[in-house]
């Protein structure tokens, strides 16, 4: 299945590149200043922040295989709403603290919802509703991955069995390759949205003007179906109006690498939810300051939460 989808990929990239041109991708722009926040701001942000959920975070419990939330798993059957196809539930049983943010995630083409489904349960535990999205054909493309992502996040806020567990104000959308340009797509069209997470995301649209929410794009050094030079960094210099924004770009990784549990992924995915689903400046110091080059890491660029 994955020489299939490399296949796939290798042929709409070239004939992409042929119509697109070397001019699509304008040169690499600097790095905002970093503007990190005082331990100061934090703690004070975190005392008077009423969507803060869970304890403090550390090292080990960001980078935990499951967080502090006990969860359940809920099917979401063909039918179910407009708009999209079906998909799972991933949600926190434990109401104590108020109502949690809510995401939803797409696959990539021709890819299934159970290569992304290990994100479901990963930052659900850690205190959100996830949906995981089986979209409505493996071969959408992204601008109907964006709508589809929208519309079952309208669906899981609204009408969903676990609507009372959501704030339907704080969403959030992320999605792999296609449905990472899907997640852009969404996020050019709901400025509401409080965060958007596109991995190795692949569009032909290179630009888009009207995302206003903050965006942590990642991307992977060994990616030949979308390749992190050409697409993952041109979206993040292009994102103009963004509030916030980084660029993650992993090392020794390749496009595939995004379907499997990884801990760099993981570990970044639920800092950048936290912080801005959230709005929980605990999480700041895994990202403010930027992350240096490491053995996952081959570049980071970034605004840095300004809190």
């Known amino acids: 299945m994955h020489r299939k989808l490399a296949h796939s990929f290798r042929l709409l990239s070239a004939a992409a590149v042929l119509a697109a041109g070397a001019a ?6 600097a790095a905002a200043p970093v503007r990190p926040a005082t331990a100061q701001r934090a703690a004070e942000r975190a005392a008077d922040n009423p969507y803060q959920r869970g304890p403090a975070p550390t090292e080990a419990s960001i980078t935990a295989e499951k967080g502090p939330f006990a969860i359940e798993t809920i099917p979401v059957p063909a039918g179910s709403g407009t708009g999209f196809n079906k998909g799972t539930v991933y949600a926190p049983t434990d109401m104590s603290q108020g109502t949690f943010g809510a995401i939803v995630v797409s696959p990539g083409f021709v890819s299934p919802e159970a290569w992304i489904s290990w994100y479901g349960p990963r930052l659900a535990s850690q205190g959100f509703v996830v949906m995981t999205l089986e979209t409505d054909s493996l071969f959408d ?8 992502l929208l519309a079952a996040l309208d669906w899981l806020t609204g009408k969903s069995s676990v609507k009372n567990r959501i704030d339907a104000t704080r969403t959030a959308v ?3 390759s296609m449905g990472g ?4 797509e969404a996020a050019n069209k709901r400025p509401s949205l409080k965060a958007d997470i596109p991995l190795a995301p692949w569009d ?6 009207d995302i206003k929410t903050p965006t942590l794009i990642m991307g992977a050094d060994n990616d030949f179906i979308a390749p992190a030079a050409s697409m993952a960094e041109t979206y993040y210099n292009n994102l103009k109006t963004a509030p916030e924004k980084a660029y993650l ?13 990884n801990t760099t992924i993981a570990k970044y995915s639920i800092a950048w939810m936290k912080r801005f689903v959230d709005n929980d400046a605990r999480y700041d110091r895994f990202l403010c300051p930027a992350p240096a080059p490491s053995a996952t890491i081959a570049k980071y660029l970034d605004t840095c939460p300004t809190g």
């Open 24 to 29: 699509l991708a304008p040169p690499a722009s």
């Open 174 to 176: 992320m999605g792999h």
């Open 249 to 261: 770009l992993l090392k020794n990784a390749g496009h595939m690498t995004f379907v499997s549990p």
């Open 181 to 184: 340009g899907g997640t852009l």
């Open 204 to 209: 032909m649209t290179y630009n888009f003007p």
């Open 141 to 148: 493309v992204p601008a109907s991955r964006g709508d589809q």
